[in-house]
């Protein structure tokens, strides 16, 4: 194992050492919501992970950002925990994703190989689908206009695309790509890829191998919706895992290792030109979430967030960071860009924080998350 691998898995470690049915049915709720079901039902989702049985949690958000808990939903899958992970069982970004457009909600089943479809009426789920994820040990979920691609993580990794129809998934099976990684290297919550997601505007798809292949991996779609032969970006050491886009569409990448915030330009050939770079100072620097050109790095490490500005053009200017919960993890903005909401997977809670105008977070309150040790997944509406 190279000696980065070696010090970022023993300082993680240490700092936070404190099936398939297409059938649509809602599951029952261990919560009576009072919350207002509408379409603009304030709500935060938040997957467990559960082993003997994944769960996504309902909680109804205040004016003011403090959460209630409302129903547990079950979806009809097992939860799952790469060896080594302590914070972070899924070890990746996106594993509950929100596609507004079809007001669908996805959430990925690790120990059961499978996805699940929640339709979303206001602050309630109906479970619609379990669909297999067409690999092994899914860790992430994207979704574009009728299109969505699920990311495996073990064996080497692989793509899985899916065509979406009346609020149904239906695999396509030349949609599935193997990467091909290392993920068998010890420890394998390292090497696991991190996320994939499309670009804005869906030409492509962003695939981040962490210390599996140190690379960014960028598929181009062919005639028939296919991905083609990625371009890959590589970087000896580089632990690329979350990522997202800024307002003019380039890509932001938290790398773990490297433990700093990287901006590239994606061009129309799957070519990355690197931009910038901006050390977070912290460690296990690996997930990372935009509001307008306020950018929030998780370090899951040092038990903080990393604010940043973007400014002169691609340049991103750290502004200090946040302390939060043990373990922090996957986050999430509402909407209208004035909540943040962000896992602490050692705490098993989830953090809220009011965004100020300039950006600053303000601490709201800490929610418990019921059997949320290591869990990662959350969507903020």
């Not at 009728?146 to 239906?170: C, E, F, M, P």
């Amino acid at each position: 194992m190279p000696p980065r691998t070696r010090t970022f898995a023993r300082t993680l470690k240490i700092a936070v050492t404190v099936a398939l049915s297409t059938a649509a049915f809602t599951v029952p709720a261990t919560a009576t919501s009072t919350h207002p079901t509408g379409d603009h039902a304030k709500v935060v989702f938040v997957q467990n992970d559960r082993v003997a049985g994944n769960q996504v949690i309902a909680y109804r958000r205040d004016d003011d950002g403090t959460l209630h808990k409302g129903p547990v939903y079950d979806t009809g899958g097992k939860g799952g925990i790469l060896a080594g992970s302590v914070v972070d069982h899924l070890a990746s970004q996106g594993s509950l994703t929100y596609d507004p457009h079809h007001k669908l909600l996805y959430a990925v089943n690790a120990g059961s190989n499978t996805v699940t479809v929640f339709a979303v009426e206001g602050d309630k789920l109906r479970r619609q689908q379990v669909i297999t994820s067409g690999g092994v040990f899914p860790v992430s979920v994207t979704a574009h206009d009728d299109r969505v691609y699920v990311l495996n993580g073990r064996k080497g990794g692989s793509i899985q695309g899916y065509r979406l129809a009346d609020g149904t998934l239906h695999r396509v099976e030349a949609w599935n790509r193997a990467l091909r990684l290392d993920t068998g290297t010890a420890p394998e919550f390292t090497h696991t890829p991190g996320q994939v997601a499309f670009t804005p505007d869906g030409s492509q798809l962003v695939v981040t191998t962490k210390l599996g292949g140190n690379s960014i991996e960028v598929f181009p779609f062919g005639p028939d919706g296919a991905p083609g032969k990625p371009v890959e970006d590589s970087k000896v050491g580089a632990q690329p895992f979350g990522l997202t886009f800024d307002e003019r569409d380039r890509l932001v990448v938290a790398d773990g290792a490297a433990n700093s915030v990287v901006t590239f330009r994606l061009h129309e050939d799957g070519k990355a030109t690197l931009l910038d770079e901006t050390p977070t100072g912290q460690q296990a620097s690996c997930w990372v979430v935009r509001s307008g050109d306020n950018f929030y790095v998780s370090n899951a490490g040092s038990n903080t967030l990393s604010r940043f500005r973007q400014e002169h053009g691609a340049h991103l200017a750290a502004l200090g960071n946040i302390p939060t919960g043990t373990g922090t993890v996957d986050a999430s903005i509402t909407p209208d860009g004035r909540y943040l909401y962000v896992q602490t997977g050692g705490a098993g809670a989830v953090d809220a924080f009011r965004i100020d105008k300039d950006g600053s977070l303000t601490k709201i309150s800490t929610t418990k998350v019921p059997d949320g040790i290591g869990g990662e997944g959350i969507v903020a509406l």
